[in-house]
């Protein structure tokens, strides 16, 4: 039975990668979902990878939901107010905003010499403003845009994809503190909004076989790795629990929440 029927969500980052797989799983239970990325079909893809926003939105609807694509580059504050203003506009309500998109992983193929760096001392100053532009403020700027919707409904989920890396000191400098800042955002925001029935949570993937790490596959350990189709269970799951406010300001982990929830991955 779908239980996200009527509900509409947003979700920033989505072209590929986890933001698709929460999309997808969003729509396996009947939603509207907003997917925003800077990749559009027959444009220059910014990332060698596959996917753009009109496939993801295309395979949304497949799935039994509703897919609407919007370009949106997150670093342009403007294009991040307008993706939120076009979702409220068309649909009339936000049910679910999941902050995805990220930055600071360029390096991997933009030609950049990362092996060579020996310390965070050695790594280019720009590391740091992409994680935290592209990442930490991306996410702020789009939870601010939405948070009026959902403030004046009285109800509503924030979900910030974060990483265990918050809790780490060997996942690099620039990456570590902007995943650390986006977990107690979401915490600073949990207690603003407490009072008006809105739940915010961080939630902690483990190693998603994303487009990217499949590339990399015969270097990776991906014996305990999950789909990303699992990670949008998990948001699925949350957001049709009536009790989720329990939640609220804390990190939750995707295998925690298939023990509590009872969903599994496809892929085993």
Known sequence: MATLVGKVALVTGASRGVGKGIALGLAEQG?????????????????????????????????????????????????????????????????????????GYEYFWDGTEFWREAGFWTAPIERWDAAFQAGVRAHYVTTVAAAPTMVAAGSGLIVNVSSEGAEKTDTGVAYGAAKAATDHMIACMAHELRDHGVTAVSLYPGLVRTESVLRAAEYIDLTDSESPLFVGRSVASLAADPQVSRHTGRVVRTAALAAEYGFTDPGG
């Open 31 to 103: 939603a509207t979902v907003f997917v925003t990325g800077r990749t559009v079909s027959g444009g220059t893809p910014p990332t060698p990878l596959p996917g753009s926003v009109q496939e993801t939105a295309a395979e949304v609807t497949a799935a039994s939901g509703r897919g609407v694509a919007i370009a949106c580059d997150h670093r342009d504050d403007e294009q991040t107010r307008a993706a939120v203003a076009r979702v409220v506009g068309d649909a009339g309500r936000l049910d679910v905003l999941v902050n995805n998109v990220w930055g």
